[in-house]
């Protein structure tokens, strides 16, 4: 079916011509099929791979109404193919110059449509998916289907008439709720809060048929949404709602939440005409938001790991069982991926202590989500059911998949892999886990082994980034077999391009940009607190000395001493991090590193301790650096990196830095990415930040030659995603 919709116009046939002449009105016909099934009309939406509302898909449905009109048809019927009734506007087409008909024209003319329009929704019907939805006259869906607004989580507002139609059928209440949140909700749901007039089971374009022909038959005829008044027939609750959301507004979407609860209640005391005025300049207005553009931007940068997919050939390998090598934080944390999808898992320690203190912690932290009610009894032991451990290397055999997490250099890795890969037989796929020189790796196992890289960022569930780097002509299955794996995991895998000198994958480096960084204004003046602050202030989860005192100081001195094409830690040196580290502040473990932990809770605290260890070391007195200092200099540092990264080609776009960002640094959404971010501050000003950075400290900071090659042509980073 979907095929005979693509090419309904004939491949290579005399419409290519006109295709160029009138490319909408051609592609319309192709992405909402016509049929007219006796008395009904059938206009079925049929652009994959989620029916989107793009231009071509809004005329075909203009069209296909017009065509109704003139034929004899007594009812409309629209309908979709695939797995998802529609995902609501084409997010690629915002920010574009609009095109006719918009959305908000085209549903008031189904509105206003003198035939009946009976919609029949499957899969989710989103965003201005369920807004079609809204503007027809009659909805049925099927028992699975789902329906919400999503827009709200892109920094939207539902704009082609969902915060006016859906109160008049639901009341303020429940529509806000669908709004605000933007989780979908299920049909059954939505047929109890009015927004549905039934739910089937079965055939549903048959049940789609029968209720259009029957809605012709007994005369009902259109029954337009906005002379519906069911959701207001108590303005007293519909106000007293109201009120309540507005009482409860808090934090930083405050202002963007509140706009939307007044368009809902716009929707009782304006004519339908004004609130849907209303409506669209606050749609509008979003549009034009940073925030808006940023979490947009996340939507597509989070769907790279798919594009990523796409280069990756070969035919991934099936597994079934896997060893991890280490069950540190690391390994621990591989490991309970690997369970939560149902692999045997093989947790491999030197010694029984060592092992069962490993085995321990997983089974700790499967108790505490047992306790806090997340996680089934039963379903906590059958996973410990496919774990087990060992010391030894014959526990590998018939492993399919082998991953070493310990903390060991490339060289030794590289025995270890081999020595568990003789013992598993056959020839199992090998990975590190973590930034370490493929080549070495390579080297020391030998060229006919499956063995790449997939390095985590544990806590996995808050960055579920895998970098993915397989050796230059390694078999195609060996990357295929990374990104099933890694998406069996639960994760977002991301493919690298090997620089076989042991560099660093991209969030690793953005990373170490950031705290460089870090230690160039502690050096300048800054506090830890204020850095930290100022850094999550900005848009990250965690500033970089928490983060730091996490992994411990040592860890983070090591990864601070290599050199990279953007930076050359040598020359600002550690002096900070050492004094800290002089004083045995090693990290959060030791209760004591840039923060201290003494209290009950746990938390980072300010320790006057550390105040004066780092007056005593710095060379003079500066006025400290401010936020906006801070801020600027953390966001140059790490798009800096992106950029080098970008030119080196280790990543084939900018949004891949991004999405690297924003799934394995721990970065807001709302930020869309270093990359993009760097786009919305004006990449002139980050250069001079850079410039700046290195007056201070000359040849500590290298910029990319893309800045200055995209700042003479007038383009920007987000230029070369396309
Ligand atoms: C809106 O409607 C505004 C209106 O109120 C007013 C306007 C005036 N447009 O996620 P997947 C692509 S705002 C264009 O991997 P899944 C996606 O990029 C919209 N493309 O699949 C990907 O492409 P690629 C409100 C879209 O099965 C491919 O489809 N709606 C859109 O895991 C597959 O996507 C939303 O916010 C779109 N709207 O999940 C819904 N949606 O392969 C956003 C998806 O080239 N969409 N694509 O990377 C979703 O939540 C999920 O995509 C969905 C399917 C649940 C539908």
């Known amino acids: 079916m979907t095929e005979m919709c693509r090419y309904a116009g004939g491949e290579g046939s005399g419409d290519d011509l006109e295709e160029i002449l009138h490319p909408y009105e051609d592609r319309s016909m192709t992405v909402v099929r016509y049929v007219q099934q006796e008395r009904v009309a059938v206009l079925t939406l049929c652009n994959p791979p989620v029916n989107a509302l793009s231009v071509a898909t809004r005329t075909g449905l203009l069209d296909g109404v017009n065509r109704a009109l003139a034929s004899d048809a007594a009812a409309i019927l629209i309908v979709a193919e695939g797995s998802t009734f529609s995902a609501g506007a084409d997010i690629n087409e915002f920010g574009q110059p609009p095109v006719e008909p918009s959305l908000g024209d085209l549903f008031r003319h189904i509105e206003d449509c003198p035939l009946p329009v009976v919609v029949a929704i499957q899969g989710a019907a989103l965003g201005g998916g369920f807004e079609l939805a809204l503007a027809a006259h009659y909805r049925i869906a099927a028992r699975n289907a789902r329906i919400g607004l999503p827009e709200v989580k892109l920094g939207l507002l539902p704009g082609a008439g969902g915060t006016q139609r859906l109160p008049r059928l639901s009341g303020a209440n429940a529509a806000l709720e669908v709004i605000l949140s933007g989780e979908p909700i299920a049909a059954e749901a939505a047929l109890q809060m009015g927004m549905l007039d039934d739910v089937v089971d079965g055939d549903l374009a048959e049940a789609g048929l029968i209720w259009a022909d029957q809605i012709a038959d007994g005369g009902l005829g259109p029954r337009p949404t906005r002379k519906v008044t069911t959701g207001m027939s108590d303005p007293v609750t519909f106000m007293a709602d109201i009120a309540a959301w507005h009482a409860a507004l808090e934090g930083e979407t405050a202002d963007t939440t509140g706009k939307i609860i007044e368009c809902v209640e716009a929707s009782l005391l304006l004519p339908f005409e004004a609130g849907l005025r209303r409506e669209r300049s606050v749609f509008r207005e979003l549009l034009a938001s940073d925030r808006s553009r940023g979490l947009r931007h996340a939507f597509r ?422």
């Not at 999550?536 to 992994?551: H, K, M, S, V, Y």
């Not at 601070?560 to 991090?577: A, F, L, V, W």
């Not at 980050?686 to 040849?699: C, F, I, K, T, V």
């Open 301 to 722: 940068a989070e769907r790279s790991a798919g594009r990523s997919a796409k280069q990756v050939s070969g035919k991934p390998r099936y597994i079934q069982s896997c060893v991890v090598m280490g069950g540190g934080f690391l390994g621990g944390s591989i490991s309970m991926a690997l369970l939560n999808s149902g692999l045997k898992t093989t947790l491999i320690e030197t010694d029984d202590a060592s092992l069962s203190e490993a085995v321990g912690s997983i089974l700790d932290v499967y108790d505490r989500s047992v306790s806090r009610g997340d996680l089934a009894a039963s379903e906590r032991d059958a996973r410990m059911a496919l774990l087990s451990g060992s010391s030894a290397y014959t526990s590998a055999a018939g492993a399919d998949v082998i991953i070493h997490a310990g903390p060991v250099a490339a060289d030794q890795a590289g025995r270890d892999l081999a020595g568990f890969a003789k013992a598993a037989g056959g020839q199992p796929i090998l990975a590190v886990a973590s930034d370490l020189d493929i080549s070495v790796l390579v080297e020391t196992i030998g060229r006919d082994a499956l063995v790449g890289q997939m390095v985590f960022h544990p806590p996995l569930r808050a960055n579920p980034l895998v970098e993915v780097l397989v050796p230059e002509g390694a078999a195609p299955e060996l990357a295929a077999s990374l990104f099933a794996l890694a998406r069996r995991m639960g994760l977002k895998p991301l493919l690298v391009a090997p620089r076989g000198s042991g560099e660093g994958l991209i969030a690793g480096r953005l990373r170490g940009a950031m705290r460089q960084v870090a230690e160039h204004l502690l050096i300048l003046g800054a506090a830890p607190e204020a850095i930290d602050a100022a850094v999550r202030d900005w848009g990250f989860r965690l500033g970089p000395f928490e983060a730091e005192d996490r992994a411990g100081l040592e860890a983070g001195r090591a990864d601070q001493s290599r050199s990279y094409p953007d930076r050359n830690p040598q020359i600002i040196g550690q002096p900070m991090t050492s004094a800290l580290l002089d004083a045995g502040r090693t990290g959060r473990s030791a209760g004591a590193g840039w923060f201290s932990y003494d209290t009950e809770d746990g938390r980072a605290r300010p320790d006057p301790v550390v105040r004066d260890i780092l007056s005593a070391t710095r060379p003079g007195t500066t006025a400290a650096p401010g936020d906006a200092q801070i801020q600027l200099w953390t966001q140059a540092a790490i798009a800096n990196s992106g950029a080098w990264l970008v030119a080196d080609k280790v990543v084939d776009h900018p949004i891949d830095v991004d999405m690297a960002a924003l799934s394995g640094l721990g970065m807001a959404r709302a930020r869309g990415g270093p990359m993009l971010s760097a786009d919305l501050a004006g990449l002139a000003q980050l250069q001079q930040a850079l410039a700046a950075m290195n007056a201070e400290h000359p040849g500590a900071w290298t910029p990319s030659p893309l800045w200055s090659e995209l700042i003479k042509n007038g383009r920007s980073f987000s230029d070369l995603n396309e």
